[in-house]
């Protein structure tokens, strides 16, 4: 079964899966620092948070996301990286969202 199209998780790579939990993260690439606007490829740290996302076929899954966290060399500010799954602040997914 894919996950990925299941679950609409375009963009991320399947990290684990073990029964209804499923780990993802995004590949690593270049992020705009928000505050002096120069470009980094400096992860700082990860951690994993767990998001509510549709259930398929009356299944619900338990999705961790793998988050990165990036440091601006120039100006050492530290930032997440931004991903089309959940918002700033959120544990449910965009699509959870849309849908309710």
Do not use: W
Request: charged fraction near 30%; charge should be positive; hydrophobic fraction near 30%.
């Amino acid at each position: 079964m894919q996950f990925k199209e299941l679950l609409n998780l375009k963009g991320f790579n399947v990290i684990r899966t073990a029964d209804k939990v499923i780990t993802i993260c995004l590949p690593v690439k270049p992020h705009i620092c928000p505050q002096c606007k120069n470009e980094t490829r400096k992860i700082y740290d990860y951690r994993l948070q767990k998001v509510k996302h549709l259930p398929v076929a009356h299944t619900s899954y338990t999705i961790l996301v793998k988050k990165r966290r990036y440091r601006c060399p120039y100006c050492n500010k530290r930032f997440y990286e931004k991903n089309s799954l959940l918002s700033k602040y959120k544990s449910i997914s965009t699509d959870l969202r849309k849908s309710v």
